[in-house]
């Protein structure tokens, strides 16, 4: 076996220990005799594995009484839809356009209602944050909107909007449990595990109940509900139900790592490792404003198309896989999640400045 150190954006690298585990158990599930995949979502053990999944991850963002823990599926994509449908009661909501991903989300909310883009950083490329200490958010939007890591770009917010009292959603697909947050901040937090927690098929989106009505937009179909899946515990149907399995092993993982604090620490480290690198490089550049880098996505160029391809390819090579840069922006990014080891990073330094050297 030989594993490579993996910087896919997504899905992305998961922990080993969690890998092992969900390997030994895949015959026979704690005496069940069955798989995970093969048990009844109604059953005992399941209910078990689902319960412990949501506690775990209750403990680790510290989430108020006052939220429910959705396990949905649909990707991040699918709440693109669900967020208007569910939210806009007076059919307008403010969008905060920093990248693809916060963009797809203001086209697909026009479907619903009237998206009103307050802000914006497409001029440059989407390469840095907009200021949004003072928006102009229309009096009567039923939220702001905001994609809080942008993936591809490699930006992040470091501090919240001011949303001037309107409920905040939040798309933080890439920096999930990357760091400790405040929960109360927001209305709804929601991610697609595939990039930061676990395999693809589930999202999760923590939501706070006064948000969770029955007074939806006409015609919104029972499944894109979040009373229905908020009464039923997120069982309603079949959920994902091994991919509901593994992140739960990712939230024990995390417990042990010790909690978010602990990881954002570690997600420094291990981004300074890269961006002082880059920084001082002749050959590689970052290409994001400096205070508004990601700790989980780093986009970097050489200036040279040609050479950007010889880099990815000898990496490749070398077992640094999953470089190459988002098709509409080209280069390269190296996602550097929760569970990329500090040396994937260092070895991924000295690979490039052996390069550099070379080049
Ligand atoms: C990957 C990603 C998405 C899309 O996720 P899907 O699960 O493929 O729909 C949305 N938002 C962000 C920030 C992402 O990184």
Not at 15 to 42: F, I, N, Q, T
């Amino acid at each position: 076996m030989s594993r490579v150190y993996n910087f896919s954006a997504g899905p992305a690298v998961l922990p080993e220990e969690v890998l092992r585990e969900a390997a030994e158990e895949m015959m026979d599930y704690k005496g069940s005799g069955m798989s995970v995949m093969e048990m009844s979502h109604r059953s005992k053990v399941y209910d078990g594995i689902i319960k412990e999944a949501e506690a775990d991850l209750r403990e680790l963002m510290d989430i108020p009484d006052n939220y429910k823990v959705l396990f949905l599926q649909g990707g991040a994509s699918q709440q693109f839809a669900m967020i208007p449908m569910n939210l806009m009661k007076n059919k307008k909501a403010a969008y905060i356009v920093t990248g693809q991903w916060a963009k797809k989300a203001f086209q697909e909310a026009q479907n619903y209602g009237e998206a009103v883009k307050v802000a914006s950083s497409e001029d440059e490329t989407f390469s840095y944050i907009p200021d949004c200490s003072d928006l102009d958010i229309p009096e009567d939007a039923d939220y702001v909107y905001i994609c809080e890591n942008n993936t591809i770009y490699g930006t992040k917010y470091k501090t919240l909007p001011n949303t001037k009292g309107h409920t905040l959603v939040a798309d933080v697909s890439s920096c999930f449990l990357s760091e400790p947050v405040d929960v109360s901040k927001y209305g709804i937090i929601y991610g697609g595990v595939q990039k930061n927690i676990g395999p693809a098929g589930v999202v999760i989106v923590i939501i706070r109940e006064d948000l969770i009505t029955e007074d939806t937009l006409p015609g919104t179909p029972t499944m894109l509900k979040y009373k229905t899946h908020a009464d039923a515990d997120s069982l309603y149907n079949t959920p994902p139900a091994y991919g509901i399995y593994i992140c739960g092993k990712v939230f024990k993982w995390l417990k042990k790592m010790g909690g978010l604090s602990a990881m954002k620490e570690r997600n420094e480290e291990k981004a300074k490792i890269l961006y002082d690198f880059l920084d001082g490089s002749k050959m590689f550049k970052g290409t994001v404003r400096k205070e508004d880098r990601s700790l989980m996505n780093v986009p970097f160029v050489t200036g040279d198309k040609e050479l950007d391809a010889k880099f990815v390819k000898e990496a490749e090579a070398a077992g640094f896989v999953n470089l190459k840069g988002h098709r509409t922006v080209g280069g390269m990014r190296a996602s550097i999640y929760n569970a990329m080891p500090k040396e994937g990073v260092e070895k991924l330094v000295a690979f490039m400045k052996k390069f550099e050297e070379e080049n």
